[in-house]
């Protein structure tokens, strides 16, 4: 039986497994279907403290990774499909059939990007024209022209990052403002090869007869006009769905499905603790979500 199972590999699985290691508490990491979480496909991170030249997400995850083995955690490649928190003790069931018996848990399993759920979306999803990450596909894209939807810090990040593979870039957001951070804004408002589509939604991604995206409709939302901008892919950034699908009706959880907390890291159930992304819809950093893991560390070390 383990005495800590910390479910997620982001940087809150990782924050955790660090302090739980450091705690003599020897945790095991079941690292999830996305080893290393959401960070590893983000390219720059500028604001995690210590690295005023940027670091790389996949690089910085994968640091604490590192960190978390040096003192004694052990990462386990698994995925976590349901538990039972009502036992003692705590038992989670895997996707590949095995069982895991812990006497504390903490969740760390982030959040996935959300799609629109416009006509041809899932259809072209994945190699075919429509993605969630331009870190990871943008480079397919040189030379060509693509979109993005989204008006927060993600679609500007991601649009920021294909101005340096992609000819143009049409930022489609649903209102005439950005949500993203100024200095963001600022960046992709006065790059000149990036183009903004005010007030329009995403209706439809359009295949050319090989099946892959040529164009994308939008529909301007003030005139009811819909549009076609021909490009090679759409990426997608209008934000996250908690992965808490597992915990339901084992924890408490909102109605958007992230995970209540009180004391900023307790379930509803004693002696499981929530860290990172799927318990915070407010500030979703990759430094807050290492503290969070953190703080559900020293609180499981020390029976808070
Ligand atoms: P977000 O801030 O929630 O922004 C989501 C964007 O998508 C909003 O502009 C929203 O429009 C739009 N949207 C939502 N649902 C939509 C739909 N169904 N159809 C069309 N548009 C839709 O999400 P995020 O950009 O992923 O950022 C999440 C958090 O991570 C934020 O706290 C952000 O600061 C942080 N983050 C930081 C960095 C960085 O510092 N470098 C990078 C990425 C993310 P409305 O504006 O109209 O609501």
């Given amino acids: 039986m383990e005495d800590v199972a910390i479910i997620g590999s982001g940087c809150a699985g990782m924050g955790a497994a660090i302090y739980a290691a450091r705690a003599g508490m020897s945790p095991l ?3 999830g279907a996305q080893a290393g979480g959401l960070l590893t496909t983000t390219s720059d ?13 996949f690089d910085l995850v994968w640091k604490m990774r590192q960190q978390a083995l040096k003192f004694g955690a052990h990462i386990e490649s698994a995925v976590v499909e349901s538990v039972d928190f009502s036992s003692d003790p705590k038992i989670l069931r895997l996707e590949s059939g095995g069982k895991i018996e812990a006497k504390k848990v903490i969740i760390a399993t982030g ?7 416009a006509k041809g979306e899932k259809e072209l999803y994945g190699g075919r024209g429509v993605s969630a990450c331009a870190t ?34 049409k930022l ?3 209102r005439d403002q950005l949500r993203a951070t100024q200095i963001m804004q600022q960046r992709v408002l006065t790059n000149e090869k990036i183009q903004p589509v005010w007030d329009s939604v995403l209706e439809e991604v359009l295949a050319d007869e ?24 759409v990426f997608v950034a209008i934000g996250h769905t908690p992965n808490t699908k597992a915990f339901a ?7 958007e499905g992230y995970i209540k907390v009180r004391d900023e890291i307790k379930t509803s159930v004693e002696g499981v ?3 990172g992304d799927c318990a915070d819809k407010k500030y979703r950093q990759a430094i807050t979500a290492a503290a969070s893991g953190c703080k559900a560390a020293i609180a499981a070390a020390n029976n808070f």
């Fill in 29 to 31: 990491v079941i690292e």
């Fill in 45 to 57: 991170v500028e604001n995690f403290p210590g690295f005023p030249e940027a670091v790389n997400g």
């Fill in 111 to 117: 959040s996935s990007p959300r799609m629109t759920g």
């Fill in 136 to 169: 990871c596909d943008g480079a397919f894209y040189r030379g060509e022209d693509v979109a993005v939807i989204g008006g927060g810090d993600s679609a500007c990040e991601e649009a920021l990052f294909l101005t340096r593979f992609c000819s143009g870039v």
């Fill in 172 to 174: 489609v957001h649903r």
């Fill in 210 to 233: 090989s099946g892959r995206c040529r164009a994308i409709l939008v529909k301007n939302l003030k005139t009811g006009g819909v549009s076609e901008i021909p490009c090679k892919c």
């Fill in 249 to 255: 009706g084992a924890v408490e959880l909102d109605s």
């Fill in 273 to 275: 603790y929530a860290a």
